[in-house]
């Protein structure tokens, strides 16, 4: 009998969480904005459609477009905001997002967690670069930065930060996301061992080089033959980013094992032919 009373409590909770969360869920379909100042800012900042740093150009000119995004913080509620990160214009989308990380609210965590899944991208302009970005990389480096400038001790803060460490976890969990995001990632902390199975799927299934690195770096020993194999593998790609040779040849060459030292002799050519005989000097001299 009391094992029934159990059941049907039990049951009657999740009735009620269920309900909650799919209430919660047609309340935030349902909400529409009908501040008319928030949505001029809205469409001033569309029709701009692009992100911008304060100040723009080689004159380093007053950002427009920058003003729209913090006349828009000041006065747009977070509901707002959040109902924003939901407009199908993505430069839209992006700077309420960043309202929400300067209103401090954890749910710009939820819509990081959405553009992670998508190649949605932004027109930027930053000081006089033009280009493009993920609008997740805009929004992760967006907390970074502002974790970045609030603290004298970043190493700490870095280790510490909770948000910081979910929107980390959503990145490891994730395919193919963007190189500097995962290697910013994996210099922000030194990881629990919790999270070491997401690490070697990075590193060993998916052949991640900065999750190769993380692991040579920090338990090597309990890695050796795996990494071998992953760093013997990566070779054999087609195209290596430049950038990269030089943590390749670091970590096969620090096991002192001829095999290897030998396929990155016959890698030289390959960097000669391609980037020229001043790198392949360079990778050269790592071997001695």
């Known amino acids: 009998m009391n094992i029934t009373r159990a059941f049907l ?3 009657i909770l999740i ?4 309900q909650s969360n799919k209430n919660k869920q047609e ?13 001029d800012l809205k469409d001033s900042i569309a029709n701009f459609n692009e992100v911008q740093s304060s100040h723009i150009s080689y004159a380093g000119t007053p950002s427009s477009q920058y003003k729209n995004y913090k006349n828009l913080v000041q006065i747009a509620s977070i509901k ?3 109902q924003l990160t939901k407009d199908t214009n993505n430069v839209v989308a992006t700077y309420a997002t960043f309202g929400l990380i300067d209103k401090e609210s954890p749910k710009f965590i939820d819509v990081f967690e959405h553009f992670l899944k998508t190649d949605k991208k932004v027109q930027t302009m930053k000081g006089c670069i033009i280009g493009s970005d993920l609008v997740y990389s805009e929004i992760y480096f967006k907390y970074w930065n ?30 193919n996301v963007d190189w500097l995001l995962i290697r910013t990632v994996f210099k922000n902390r030194i990881f629990d061992s919790a999270y070491l199975p997401l690490i070697e799927k990075q590193a060993f299934h998916k ?28 070779l054999k790609r087609k195209e290596i980013i430049p950038m990269f040779y030089e943590d390749i040849f670091k970590m096969m060459h620090s096991f002192q094992i001829e095999e290897l030292d030998a396929l990155l002799i016959q890698e030289l050519d390959k960097i000669e032919a391609k980037y020229g005989k001043s790198s392949a000097e360079y990778y050269k001299k790592m071997l001695q």
């Open 9 to 11: 409590f039990l049951s």
């Open 15 to 18: 009735f009620f969480s269920c």
């Open 27 to 39: 309340g935030e379909k349902s909400f529409v904005i009908t501040n008319k100042s928030v949505l």
């Open 80 to 82: 707002e905001l959040y």
């Open 146 to 175: 502002e974790l970045h400038l609030s603290t004298e001790d970043e190493k700490v803060t870095f280790q510490k930060d909770a948000q910081l460490l979910k929107l980390d976890s959503l990145v490891l969990a994730t395919d």
């Open 207 to 234: 052949e991640n080089i900065e999750a190769i690195n993380y692991i040579f770096k920090h338990h090597k020993t309990d890695y050796e033959k795996q990494l071998i194999s992953a760093l013997k593998n990566y």
